[in-house]
């Protein structure tokens, strides 16, 4: 009979530190500051690990087109840490705690990613995230209310999705709209993983479809919970919410049990921390037992996942093999 084995608890107590509106004239040094103003108030609830938004740094910048790409070289990071993001590193060393940053990349050979890092308690880059489901536009949309052309300020990462050994776990990480594919999560499923990080700026307006406005937190919520039951894991969702330049964007940041059960939920769309203690030997009931996906998936029948994009069949709807 299969059963769960769990051992000694592993328990990890995690911040998801959300964020309200970021403008445009917010100075960079100000932003820090409302980082480590969340991160102690994180660590004074004694958390070991905080996780803050998708582009935690600027505002949502790809909801404005300009035609010269360089001209939005400040919103990037060449370096991290910076002399700018330095305090955020020293307020973690100091108290102990880690965390998880979301910011834009422009790397020294031009490249541009929407990227997350995770850094230990000593104030250390342990692992780095480029964001590979890249949603939106490319072009200039001028007929639409906002841009969301973040498919020409970002390219999508080559590097696949990765699993680190850190806060004695098996940590992923995954950006904004990765969490709508249950192949990013199966990806790190294929690898252990017990805690998955995720920031996220959703425009609680979808522009293409309206009638998906009013289901923007059941969507949220609806992929990460399954997320997590699925492959058996913790996952932590943490909003950047509120109107933001005019562009109403979700809250509703959450830690998810690998149950499948919300854990904790922020309550408003401003600056807010939420905690939850996650025993990492809970995924063990799953990943042990109904989801031991060793034992019981079928990667021979999944014969179109790996290289087959979207839907392919005949005139006649049956399928093109
Ligand atoms: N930042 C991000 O990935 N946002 C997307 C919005 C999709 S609408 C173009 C999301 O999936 O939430």
Redesign the pocket.
């Known amino acids: 009979m299969r059963g769960t084995l769990r051992g000694e608890p592993r328990v990890v107590r995690v911040a998801a530190a959300q964020m309200g509106p970021i403008n445009r004239e917010h100075a960079r040094e100000n932003v820090v500051a409302r980082l480590c103003a969340l991160l102690h108030r994180a660590a004074d609830c004694g958390a070991h690990l905080v996780v803050f938004p998708?582009?935690a740094l600027t505002t949502?910048f790809?909801r404005w087109f300009v035609d010269d790409i360089s001209e939005v070289d400040h919103y990037y990071e060449r370096d991290v840490p910076s002399p700018v993001t330095a305090p955020l590193f020293s307020c973690a060393r100091e108290r102990r705690v880690g965390f998880c940053l979301g910011y834009a990349e422009l790397t020294s050979e031009g490249h541009r990613y929407?990227t997350q890092v995770l850094v230990d308690r000593d104030g250390a880059i342990i692992a780095k995230y480029r964001?590979i489901?890249?949603?939106?536009?490319a072009s200039n949309e001028p007929s639409r209310k906002f841009q969301?052309a973040?498919r020409y300020y970002f390219e999508p990462s080559g590097e696949g999705f990765g699993v680190w050994n850190a806060f004695g776990g098996r940590i992923g990480m995954m950006?904004?709209?990765?969490?709508?594919w249950p192949e990013s999560y199966r990806e790190m499923g294929l690898q252990g993983v017990e805690l998955i990080l995720c920031g996220?700026?959703?425009?609680v307006n979808?522009?293409?479809d309206p009638s998906q406005d009013r289901l923007?937190g059941f969507h949220?919520s609806l992929v990460m919970q399954s997320g997590a039951y699925q492959n058996g894991t913790f996952v932590v969702g943490v909003a950047k919410g509120g109107c933001e330049e005019g562009v109403d964007s979700?809250a509703e940041s959450q830690i998810i049990a690998p149950s499948g059960e919300i854990l904790a939920k922020t309550v408003g769309n401003g600056d807010e921390v939420i905690v939850a203690d996650c025993d990492l030997e809970w995924c063990k009931n799953y990943q042990n037992t109904l989801f031991d996906l060793d034992y019981y998936r079928r990667p021979e029948a999944y014969v179109r996942s790996q290289h087959q994009r979207g839907p392919r069949t005949r005139a006649d709807g049956s399928p093109l093999l």
Request: some cysteine; charged content about 20%; glycine content about 4%.
């Open positions: 998708e582009l949502f790809p929407n964001k489901h890249i949603p939106g536009h969301h973040e950006i904004c709209n990765d969490r709508r996220y700026n959703t425009p979808y522009l293409p923007a949220n979700l």
